[in-house]
C-alpha cells in the first residue's frame, strides 16, 4: 500500500505523533501538552503523520509562527524511525509539504539531519539540499559538591521569574531589542518562549541592572529525568560584554544542582554561547545541521 498521510486529528492520533518523533529525537523531547498550545496558537502549523497499512512511520510538521510565515524557506521537521526507513514516507512527508508551500509561494524547505545521521545527510544532498547552519549538543555532568556560583558585574543582581512575574513584560521587550523575538507579539512570545510545560520558572533566571532586565535564561525539564536542557539565553546588547551570560548560566547551574538535576545540556552555534557554554564544563556530544533545498 502507498504511504498514507493525515492532518493530526484528535488527542489519540496526537499521541502517536509524539511517541514517533520522540523516537528519532529522543534528546529533544515533544510533549502533548505542548503539542496542544502550539496548535491552538499557531492558525498556520501544519502536523502531519504518515501511516503504512495502519501503523505510524513518520511525522512531520510545519510551525505556523510569524517567522515561519515570513521565510522564503520555511523550517519543517520530519521524522522516520530508522526501522521504516526506505520505503518513501521521508519523500511523502516533503511532498506533502511541498504542495502546501508551493501555493503559498515559497522557494524551499529548511530541514535538518543529525551529524551522524548518514542516511538523512545523503537523503537530502541527493535532492539537492546544502547545508546552511550546525549547531552542537553540550553536556554538563553536574557534581553536587561543587556547583559554580555566579560571578556579578557591579550592579547586577539575579532573580528568578517565579518570585519576580511581575517582570515578565520587560523580559518580552529584552527580547524584541536582542532580536530573540521576531513576531513582535507579547502572547505569541509568550507562547514560544514561556509556554511550554516542561518550563522550570523557579530555574528561569533573570539579571537585573536596577530596575532593567539585562539578560535572561531558561531552562525545561525532561520528563521523568533529572536532567534539563538551556532553551534560552538572552542578553542585551549593551551589556554583551559584561559576562551577564556566563552569570546567568552559572546562576543556573548552581540551582539546577540544588534541585538535584543530574545533567544540564544546551544546543548552541559556533558563533553564539558555545565558546561560553564550553567555558563552564560543558562537552560537546554531538551536533545537528540545518539543511536548505528545493520543493519536492
Not at 542578553?235 to 556566563?246: L, M, N, T
Not at 543556573?252 to 543530574?262: G, H, L, M, S
Amino acid at each position: 500500500m502507498p504511504i498514507e498521510i493525515k492532518h493530526v486529528s484528535g488527542y489519540d492520533e496526537l499521541e502517536r505523533w509524539v511517541t514517533t518523533r520522540n523516537e528519532v529525537a529522543p534528546d529533544d523531547i515533544a510533549t502533548v501538552a505542548l503539542k496542544v498550545l502550539l496548535r491552538a496558537s499557531q492558525d498556520g502549523r501544519d502536523d502531519l503523520i504518515a501511516y503504512d497499512d495502519g501503523e505510524v512511520v513518520g511525522t512531520g510538521v510545519l510551525a505556523g509562527d510569524a517567522p515561519t510565515q515570513r521565510a522564503s524557506h520555511p523550517y519543517v521537521e520530519v521524522m522516520v524511525p530508522e526501522r521504516h526507513r526506505g520505503r518513501g514516507v521521508g519523500t511523502a512527508l516533503l511532498e506533502a509539504f511541498s504542495a502546501r508551500l508551493r501555493d503559498l509561494g515559497k522557494k524551499g524547505v529548511q530541514v535538518e539531519a543529525r551529524s551522524d545521521d548518514a542516511y538523512s545527510i545523503g537523503f537530502l544532498e541527493r535532492r539537492g539540499f546544502v547545508e546552511v547552519d550546525r549547531w552542537t549538543r553540550l553536556v554538563l555532568e553536574l557534581d553536587a559538591d561543587e556547583p559554580l556560583a555566579p560571578v556579578l558585574a557591579d550592579g547586577i543582581e539575579i532573580v528568578w521569574l517565579f518570585e519576580r512575574p511581575d517582570l515578565v513584560e520587560a523580559l518580552f521587550q529584552l527580547a524584541v531589542a536582542s532580536g530573540r523575538d521576531l513576531t513582535g507579539s507579547f502572547a505569541a512570545w509568550q507562547v514560544y518562549e514561556l509556554g511550554d510545560p516542561r518550563i522550570r520558572l523557579d530555574l528561569t533566571a533573570i539579571a537585573l541592572a536596577g530596575d532593567d532586565v539585562v539578560g535572561y535564561t531558561t531552562l525545561v525539564q525532561l520528563a521523568d529525568e533529572r536532567a534539563g536542557g538551556h532553551r534560552t539565553l538572552t542578553v542585551h546588547p549593551d551589556w554583551k560584554v559584561r559576562g551577564i551570560g556566563a552569570a546567568l548560566t552559572r546562576a543556573q547551574i548552581a540551582a539546577a544542582t540544588r534541585a538535584e538535576f543530574k545533567t544540564l545540556f544546551a544546543w548552541a552555534r559556533p558563533w553564539e554561547h558555545r565558546d561560553l557554554y564550553v567555558s563552564l564544563g560543558y562537552e560537546p556530544r554531538s551536533m545537528s545541521i540545518d539543511f536548505q533545498g528545493p520543493l519536492l
